[in-house]
């Protein structure tokens, strides 16, 4: 549990909108000129069943895309962190979704390119019903 | 739990009103004298479905979940840093279940103390006056507060 052994330094709220109905592959973060180079303690990653609309007022992924969700963090040129479960990033309890009863991963304080990093949909996935656009979006704690 | 191992030195509890059928998307801290030359360590949100029900100074009842569910926070110290950007609102509820009710009914969960609880900061000086409740779509609102309770300490 990663604020056993650290306060919160910085938070960001970060998401990735998807304009496209069914879109499956890779979605990208966009450029966070405030997260260059400084440490990641630890990452959320939020769905629909946590709020319904990230801060600009897109809908959040729904409960069933997250769970065919998977995150890719890069540092430098090398994927340090393949396809994880966004599961695995969700420490918040609700709507039948499972989630890390360990709390947030600690991260170690390593530094991303969000560039470089992005969200895998399942290939099986339909998106039938979903909203469009919606997003991705995750509490980034960092240290600078 | 953070809170056990550390323990709770000083509390303050602040509260945000918004104005009665504000139509803004931004709520600003008003300013807080006892607390300029506190340091932060930890701040937690109450709402209306469990805890108390009205705000201590009478200023209104305590923010519902379908705000908390549609709310970001940002809080700012004394660099000008934002080093708080958009924090949903749920993240700062410690309680376990609470329901939204709207023209339908569902459970949402938030925050509890089998995963996390408390978020503790760093101990920070923030400038309440330049911190703020951001909506991205202005709720109408009346008689409504938005209540924190603020851990804080003396030193850094």
């Keep these: 549990m990663i604020f056993q052994d650290y306060p919160v330094f910085n938070y960001q709220l970060v998401t990735i909108q998807v304009n496209v109905a069914s879109a499956t592959g890779r979605q990208y973060f966009p450029d966070l000129p405030n997260l260059r180079n400084v440490q990641t303690l630890g990452i959320i990653a939020y769905h629909a069943g946590v709020f319904d609309k990230d801060n600009n007022g897109v809908y959040l992924v729904t409960t069933t895309q997250f769970l065919q969700s998977y995150l890719t963090l890069t540092v430098g040129n090398e994927e340090v962190i393949q396809n994880m479960d966004l599961q695995f990033l969700n420490p918040i309890t609700g709507n039948n979704v499972p989630y890390n009863t360990s709390g947030i991963i600690p991260l170690n304080g390593q530094r991303f390119d969000f560039s470089k990093s992005y969200v895998t949909i399942g290939q099986g996935y339909t998106g039938q019903g979903d909203p469009v656009p919606y997003s991705y979006a995750f509490g980034i704690y960092y240290v600078k | ?156």
């Design chain 2, 1 to 156: 739990m953070i809170l056990n191992k550390l323990g709770v030195k000083k509390v303050y509890t602040l509260e945000v009103q918004p104005l009665n059928s504000a139509t803004q998307t931004t709520w600003q801290f008003p300013d807080i004298p006892f607390l300029r030359e506190k340091y932060i360590t930890g701040i937690s949100l109450s709402n209306n479905a469990n805890g108390v029900t009205s705000g201590k100074d009478n200023l209104g009842h305590l923010v519902p979940e379908n705000i908390i569910y549609a709310a970001f926070l940002t809080l700012v110290d004394n660099t000008g840093i934002q080093f708080i950007q958009n924090m949903p609102l749920d993240e700062l509820c410690i309680q376990t279940t609470i329901n939204v009710t709207g023209a339908t009914t569902t459970t949402r969960y938030i925050r509890s103390s089998n995963t996390n609880g408390l978020l503790i900061f760093k101990p920070v000086n923030i400038v309440w006056t330049k911190c703020f409740i951001y909506l991205p779509a202005a709720t109408t609102v009346a008689n409504l507060c938005c209540q924190f309770n603020v851990y804080y300490q003396d030193q850094k």
